[in-house]
């Protein structure tokens, strides 16, 4: 049962570090020269997927101190990609939103890791191997689910 378990135990460290590297090369490739830090990225991407949030909300998310937060949200808006507007249920509040520019990075962010990706698949495994990924894919989906 040992082996089992040592066998357990070397996969998902292997799999943990590819996952890693992956990620931290798709985050360069989405990037590119933008210029943006992780964090901004982080909270671009909140704001995309969970809307419009208020600072106070945004830095407890994203577990920061409202000032870092702050410092995030200045820097995103120096680059014109979110916007502040009044929250309609407390006019003494702002909500933080992406501007269009905000949304037009996030979808030239995913076409660029989409678009590495997919030359990189082509150009760097065969056919079989991409049909081995493609076949692991609900396997690897299933562990994320647990």
């Known amino acids: 049962m040992a082996d089992v378990a040592d066998a357990a135990a070397l996969a998902a460290r292997e799999l943990r570090a590819v996952f890693s590297r992956l990620r931290r090369t798709l985050q360069e490739k989405g990037q590119g020269t933008s210029g943006l830090t992780p964090s901004q990225t982080a909270v671009l991407n909140r704001l995309i997927t969970d809307g419009a949030a208020a600072a106070s909300a945004l830095a407890a998310a994203e577990r920061v101190r409202p000032q870092?937060?702050?410092?995030?949200?200045?820097?995103?808006?120096?680059?014109?990609?979110?916007?502040?507007?009044?929250?309609?249920?407390?006019?003494?509040?702002?909500?933080?939103?992406?501007?269009?520019?905000?949304?037009?990075?996030?979808?030239?962010?995913?076409?660029?890791?989409?678009?590495?990706?997919?030359?990189?698949?082509?150009e760097d495994l065969t056919e079989a191997e991409r049909a081995t990924v493609l076949a692991a894919l609900p396997l690897i989906d299933r562990l994320n689910r647990r």
């Open 68 to 122: 870092s937060m702050a410092a995030t949200l200045a820097g995103l808006e120096e680059h014109g990609l979110v916007a502040r507007r009044p929250d309609p249920e407390d006019g003494r509040r702002q909500l933080v939103d992406l501007s269009e520019a905000g949304v037009a990075w996030i979808a030239d962010s995913r076409r660029a890791r989409e678009e590495w990706l997919a030359r990189a698949l082509q």
